[in-house]
């Protein structure tokens, strides 16, 4: 069974900066896409970004791109997400995503893509 748990929301200022983690479980052996959502109320999930299953590629949302940065621990098992210069406009509940590292017709940002899902971290970014 696999499993993702969100850590590292929280409060914070604009221009500030927050880390997000997720820790995979369950997985055995075979490379997977991961990737980041949000979901803020009354608004439909967005793809944020996005590590292709060759651990190298990545995928941004236009509205983050040179802010956020994606990354992978594989000793871990644990996907980062590192937020930089936050607006309001960021202000979301978050969400880890990973498929089951088969062909997919839908690409890295499209939420059917993903096969589970975690329970989400709150990020919240004051003006």
């Known amino acids: 069974q696999v499993q993702l748990v969100e850590s590292g929301g929280g409060s914070v200022q604009a221009g500030g900066s927050l880390r997000l983690s997720c820790a995979a479980s369950?997985?055995?052996?075979?490379?997977?896409?991961m990737a980041w959502f949000r979901q803020a109320p009354g608004k439909e999930r967005e793809g944020v970004a996005a590590l292709d299953s060759d651990g190298i590629s990545t995928g941004y949302a236009d509205s983050v791109k040179g802010r956020f940065t994606i990354s992978k621990d594989n000793a871990k098992s644990t996907l980062y997400l590192q937020m930089n210069s936050l607006k309001p406009e960021d202000t979301a509940m978050y969400f880890c995503?990973?498929?089951?590292?088969?062909?997919?017709?839908?690409?890295?940002?499209?939420?059917?893509?993903?096969?589970?899902w975690g329970q989400g971290t709150q990020v919240t970014v004051s003006s």
């Open positions: 995503a990973a498929d089951r590292g088969a062909a997919s017709g839908y690409g890295v940002l499209h939420p059917l893509r993903y096969d589970y």
């Open positions: 369950g997985y055995t052996g075979r490379s997977y896409c």
